[in-house]
């Protein structure tokens, strides 16, 4: 990526951090107030977006895999086409020429984030699926003792 720069004459505009510690990394991502998600693969579900959304950032995602269930389209950040270079160059301009814009669709982000993807939610979500499983493990398990 460091060559890719410097072919591309953008090393002046790029600052590699390198590892860095979690702290420092939320630190540094805290500063983001538009966070690009360029996937091109069919990831079932994106915790970098969602993470990206309950800092309050817009986010910026391919329509790829669960990006689609995730960000709300022109409300949290832009679905963009994957592999689609224009496409993601044009939402992030305008979101970094429009700082409120990006603040805005951020804090929509957020509330969105904490409404469906907080950790309690995950958690519930998990509890309703087992109990579901037992209901029907146990529904089938009797019907199977009645035909026997």
């Known amino acids: 990526l460091q060559t890719l ?8 505009a790029v600052t590699w951090l390198g590892h860095l510690p979690v702290a420092e990394m939320e630190r540094q991502f805290a500063s983001a107030w538009v966070q690009v998600v360029p996937a091109q693969w069919e990831e079932p579900f994106g915790n970098v977006s969602t993470e990206a959304m309950m800092r309050g950032t817009a986010v ?3 329509a790829v895999g669960g990006q689609p269930e995730i960000v709300s389209d022109r409300l949290t950040g832009f679905l963009v086409p994957p592999k ?3 496409a993601i160059a044009a939402p992030l301009l305008q979101l970094l020429s429009d700082r409120k814009l990006a603040e805005k669709m951020g804090q929509a982000g957020r509330e969105r984030a904490l409404t469906h993807f907080s950790e309690a939610k995950r958690t519930d979500r998990f509890i309703e699926i087992y109990e579901q499983m037992l ?5 089938s398990a009797h019907s199977v003792e009645v035909l026997t």
Do not use: Q
């Not at 209901?135 to 529904?139: D, I």
């Open 135 to 139: 209901v029907n493990y146990r529904h």
């Open 5 to 12: 720069a410097i072919e591309l004459g953008a090393s002046h």
């Open 84 to 86: 689609d270079v224009a």
């Open 60 to 62: 910026i995602a391919c």
